[in-house]
């Protein structure tokens, strides 16, 4: 079955270094997207992702964010100035239309910012 | 300002017994909720989903059904089996005319299954 899968599962990361987190989405999905969730709280939406730019992003998506589809397959989440508040799992997500589809989620990456 | 409510942090349910998870939300351009389930250290797995123009969707044990009067779903699971033990989140989705939209998502209620 295909799935999306992500890398690295855990990245620990310095303040203010820059990380990158990937993203393989399934294949024949044209919509992407990434999510967070802070430990205890809710999976928030980031940024979703078609044609290659950005559909839509939500007010945590500042400019500190970006995202990429360097090629055909993988899909990159940058964090530039990482923060002590960037601690969480992130989670890669794909669909095949809109989000009036279901999303196909990796199984996350969490971020450990120190 | 949370759109999508899951007032229940936990449920506990007998095996064999009906399991009934309620979500609520605020947001009326909403038109599309789904359920996912989440083992820990793994991502969020769609489970079923509903559109606005209905009322009921099954697919198997799991039946969602809306109440948009009420602005309510709630996911049944019946016969409740020990592998449904895990967290599940609902989501909700609606058209802002920008293409594709971001779910929001509520908390989560943590569904453990008694034997």
């Known amino acids: 079955e295909p799935e999306v899968t992500q890398t690295p599962s855990h990245q620990v990361t310095q303040m203010g270094q820059e990380v990158i987190l990937r993203c393989v989405p399934i294949?024949?999905?044209?919509?992407f997207y990434w999510y967070r969730q802070i430990l205890g709280q809710k999976v928030e939406f980031l940024v979703s992702?078609?044609?290659?730019?950005?559909?839509?992003k939500s007010e945590i998506f500042d400019d500190q964010f970006s995202v990429e589809r360097p090629d055909g397959s993988n899909f990159t989440l940058k964090i530039r100035s990482t923060k002590l508040e960037d601690s969480a799992m992130y989670f890669c997500?794909?669909?095949?239309?809109?989000?009036?589809?279901?999303?196909?989620f990796g199984q996350g990456t969490r971020l450990t910012v120190v | 300002d949370q759109q999508v409510k899951q007032n229940s942090p936990s449920l506990s349910v007998q095996e064999g017994r009906i399991s009934i998870l309620n979500c609520d939300y605020t947001?009326?351009?909403?038109?599309?909720f789904l359920w996912y389930k989440k083992y820990p250290a793994e991502g969020p797995t769609f489970l079923i989903s509903?559109?606005?123009?209905?009322d009921k969707n099954e697919d198997g044990r799991f039946t969602v059904f809306l109440n948009k009067s009420a602005k309510h779903l709630s996911l049944h699971i019946v016969p409740s089996q020990p592998g449904d033990s895990a967290v599940y989140f609902c989501?909700?989705?609606?058209?802002?005319?920008?293409?594709?939209?971001?779910?929001?998502f509520g908390k989560g209620t943590h569904l453990i299954i008694q034997p």
């Open positions: 992702f078609y044609n290659n730019e950005i559909s839509e």
């Open positions: 947001n009326s351009m909403f038109d599309y």
């Open positions: 509903i559109s606005s123009i209905k």
């Open positions: 989501a909700a989705s609606g058209y802002s005319g920008g293409g594709a939209d971001g779910l929001t």
């Open positions: 294949s024949n999905h044209l919509y």
């Open positions: 997500a794909s669909s095949e239309r809109t989000a009036y589809t279901e999303a196909f």
